[in-house]
């Protein structure tokens, strides 16, 4: 504001005028301060048979978008994270989702060695290729893929102290969200509806119950540790048959669970050895126990053309056998990843998991390389052979599929 504007007013004007130009100023700075990262992706799905469900069609598209806003300030100590996300699709309406992925505000205390975080929150526990046995504060976001990489934001207070003696995580989960699920006319998917809207809990207090999580964790020279509880809703509903005058479906019921777990990997030259065990007690079934444990060993630089391989075995067992809810329990998962450390940073998974009661077979791949700065594109190939009805995976015996999905970054 000029001079000439500031001599017409009156002193009590020239006063407020200044207080909001120091506003604006200071709002214009933070606005600069904002960083952002945004993603759009467009996916392709192309099913190799006929489909169960005749609501099912045998090509899928989808577009998403995905933003990432974030504020530091106070010396980098305090962090403000905004993150939504949504996806449309031609086929799924449940798959079609608007969501806030994360938003929380993190505040570090360094005298204390401590980090306090408010808000919806993403946290990852797990060492092991195949599954993620140990990973339990998210919930899966199931429309998004198979594969249980996909996680829900979960509202939480977590306090971190990072201390010498190891790094200890304190979690108040005062929110429960439920998992998604394809709809009727999503692949892959159930052959019966999911009662989405009719889901059943253990405890009265439904979403509102109140969980805790606690997890240590420290590096012991080559190892890595982790060793956790949870006390609360399980993440993994069981899915109840349902009978109405509509017809037969299924209804998620949500126990209530204790469940410890440990984590371990140790980085031996060329050789990774991973281990995820957990034991789970939950209200309404026993005391079950579940493992994932295997190596990985890597190539460096194959013919001297800078390329790595990692070669990956893992074994997978839960003492359910037959009633287990994953339908991993008596299986062996065989592995192969490639770095090429090109220009394009591409990359290549490969990994076939065989059950050894059934004979049932998965066969994974995923790969991506970027064109340009701006553009990555992805490949991902998802193959069954189910034949025991027993099998979970015996629901999408027939939705074999390849997709394709470019991302354009911002």
């Known amino acids: 504001m ?4 500031f001599s017409i007013l009156s002193a009590k004007l020239r006063v407020r005028a200044m207080l909001l130009c120091v506003l604006i100023s200071s709002f214009s700075t933070s606005l600069q301060a904002i960083e952002w990262d945004t993603e759009l992706s467009a996916e392709i799905r192309s099913f190799l048979h006929e489909p169960l469900n005749p609501l099912q069609a045998n090509e899928n598209f989808s ?48 005298q204390l060695d401590m980090d306090l ?16 046995l140990v990973d339990i504060i998210n919930q899966t976001d199931g429309v998004e893929n198979l594969d249980g990489e996909d996680k829900l ?53 439904e979403k509102k119950h109140v969980d805790v999580a606690l997890r240590y964790s420290q590096v012991f020279g080559d190892w890595d540790i982790g060793i956790a509880h949870f006390s609360g809703t399980s993440r993994e509903p069981d899915l109840v048959p349902t009978f109405d005058l509509s017809g037969a479906s299924l209804t998620p019921f949500y126990d209530q669970i204790e469940q410890s777990s440990i ?8 050789w990774l050895w991973k281990l995820e065990a957990i034991t789970r007690d939950a209200e309404h079934s026993d005391r079950y126990f579940a493992f994932a444990g ?37 299986d062996v998962f065989l592995g192969g990843r490639f770095a090429f450390n090109d220009e394009n940073n591409t990359d290549l998974l490969a990994g076939l998991a065989f059950d050894m009661d059934n004979q049932s077979r998965f066969l994974s791949i995923e790969g991506s390389s970027r064109i340009g700065q ?22 999408v015996r027939n939705d074999d599929y390849f997709g394709i999905n470019l991302t354009r970054f911002f």
């Open 294 to 330: 295997g190596f990985e060993y890597s190539f460096y630089d194959l013919g001297q053309k800078g390329v790595d391989l990692g070669l990956i075995g893992e074994y997978l067992f839960d003492d359910r056998k037959e009633y287990a809810s994953s339908a991993f329990q008596n």
């Open 2 to 5: 000029n001079a000439f504007v």
């Open 117 to 132: 975080t408010l808000g919806l929150n993403k946290v990852f526990w797990g060492v092991t290729e195949s599954v993620h």
């Open 153 to 205: 934001g979960q509202p939480m207070v977590n306090l971190t102290l990072d201390k010498d003696w190891g790094v200890l995580d304190v979690f108040v989960l005062p929110y429960f969200r439920e998992r998604t699920f394809a709809g009727q006319e999503g692949r892959p998917g159930f052959p019966l509806t999911i009662n989405l809207d009719k889901a059943l809990y253990a405890s009265g207090a």
């Open 63 to 110: 577009v998403s978008l995905e933003s990432e806003f974030y504020y530091d300030w106070d010396d980098d100590n305090q962090r403000l994270l905004i993150k939504p996300f949504m996806r449309w699709d031609s086929q799924d309406s449940e798959r079609s989702h608007v969501d806030l992925r994360e938003f929380y505000w993190r505040k570090t205390f360094s």
């Open 263 to 270: 984590d371990l990997q140790a980085t031996l030259e060329n």
């Open 374 to 395: 701006d553009m990555r594109v992805s490949l991902e190939v998802r193959l069954f052979s189910v034949d025991d009805t027993r099998d979970i995976l015996y629901s």
